[in-house]
């Protein structure tokens, strides 16, 4: 079965650079929800969409930013990266905004490394 | 707002013995609880879910978790550990408050540790 792809699953960046992570969902999921996971913590709700608008802020920086396409895929692009963004982001998919099935289904996720 | 405890950092059981790994919930309405595990630099799998019905809920690998509303709990069982199940896992809720796509909130997650 087809699971939730992101890309790239490394990245290295200098501090003050930008990062563009891409999530693509799976098929017929049409909201999309992104997470920062750091380093021996629990995953933090960055943002969330959807039908390809925001639905639910959570503590994302005002540094980054995202958005959904009409393929119903999505972007993170984080700018001034700093340290602390040194992360492992996952991005999540469901098939509808209600609880009606409740789980998310989970990508590999992407591990940003900012040196 | 909803918050998640996961009072042990880490659980260590013997091979072949139960396993208990321990959540309890704070929510302003009806939860909806899940199951996580996370293996090494891997994304998240669902194990299982309560949404309604039967207090005991069974998921993937042969772990159950049993709902208890009076206690706030929601704590994840398997009747016997395999090595293979040392991993890290979290207990995550959801509630839907009409509005908005509601993502989970995670605990700090529990390392489960089995012994040979």
């Known amino acids: 079965a087809a699971g939730v792809i992101q890309s790239p699953r490394h990245l290295i960046k200098e501090k003050r650079e930008t990062a563009t992570l891409k999530c693509y969902p799976i098929p017929r999921h049409d909201t999309v929800y992104w997470y920062q996971q750091g380093p021996g913590q629990d995953p933090q709700f960055l943002i969330s969409f959807y039908e390809k608008m925001q639905s639910d802020k959570g503590s994302i920086p005002d540094r980054f930013s995202a958005q959904q396409f009409s393929d119903y895929h999505s972007e993170l692009n984080m700018s001034s990266l700093e340290l602390g963004d040194s992360a492992l982001y996952f991005c999540?998919?469901?098939?509808?905004?209600?609880?009606?099935?409740?789980?998310?289904?989970f990508g590999e996720g992407s591990r940003l490394t900012v040196l | 707002a909803q918050s998640v405890a996961q009072p042990e950092d880490q659980v260590n059981v013997a091979e072949g013995n139960p396993l208990t790994v321990k959540c309890t919930y704070s929510?302003?309405?009806?939860?909806?609880l899940f199951w996580y595990v996370q293996y090494p630099n891997r994304g998240l799998q669902f194990l299982l879910k309560?949404?309604?019905?039967?207090?005991l809920v069974k998921g993937s690998y042969g772990f159950e978790a049993e709902f208890n509303k009076s206690q706030t709990s929601f704590h994840l069982k398997k009747p016997s550990a395999l090595v293979s199940d040392s991993a890290l896992y979290f207990c995550a809720v959801r509630v839907y408050s009409g509005g908005g796509a509601d993502g989970l909130t995670f605990g700090k997650g529990t390392h489960l540790i089995i012994q040979p």
């Open positions: 309560y949404i309604t019905g039967d207090n």
């Open positions: 929510v302003s309405g009806n939860p909806y």
């Open positions: 999540a998919s469901s098939p509808n905004r209600g609880p009606i099935t409740g789980e998310l289904f």
